[in-house]
């Protein structure tokens, strides 16, 4: 796929590094051209820093990989209000989260993802990668470690697809949770997360352990 970056943090690295492997053509784009290009040059593969409407433009899929409070900068200066986006699977690993806290700082009952849908008219946006570290994505976490879940909201199901397939890319499971009017849901999840792993607590240890549908035994065989 043709797939545009914007963002040259860690995350941009980490699933920029883990696309490249799987044979993706990247761009990289920022707020800062000489930072998208010393990324560009680490990732290797070809990878070029261009502008970011040139990021958007023509792309298979964008990846949204900056601070939330820099969302509307970014997408600004990628021409997103002037429809540049508009029919681009737009991915958003975005938190809008009280840092160490994990309280979220969106209006009450709103969503992140929602207001990027908002601000990038005719984007198909795919909220995704919010909840694990950016070295997930690169294999520093050991190869034989079992495949983490990728949860997914959006309205969109082609663009679904595509991030489940990229998602695949660099090693995970994609899973849908459903459409954007859920995805508070899933990004209060990763304040429960953050809050949790800054008290020191394991957050995997806060959740039970429970068995999908397709493992339970049929209704007739499960014990009364």
Known sequence: MRIGILGTGSLAEGLGTGWARAGHE??????SPA????????????????TPPEAV?????????????????MLRDAGASDGLLSGTPLIDPTNAVEHGVGVLLTEAGGSMAERIAALA???HVVKAFHLFPAEQWTGATGEDEPPVTVALCGDDPAALQVVGTL??????????????DRV????????????????GVDPGSAIPHVPSPATLPPASEAPL
Do not use: C, M, Y
């Open 26 to 31: 990247l761009v990289i784009s920022g707020r």
């Open 35 to 50: 930072k998208a290009q010393r990324l560009a040059d680490r990732l290797g593969h070809g990878i070029r820093a261009v």
């Open 57 to 73: 433009t023509g792309r298979d899929a964008v990846l949204l990989a900056v601070s939330w409070n820099g969302v509307e900068d």
């Open 121 to 123: 008219p005719g984007a």
């Open 167 to 180: 998602v695949r890319d660099v090693g995970g499971v994609p899973a849908v949770l459903g459409p954007l």
């Open 184 to 199: 508070r849901q899933l990004e209060e999840v990763a304040g429960f997360v953050i809050g949790l792993a800054f008290a």
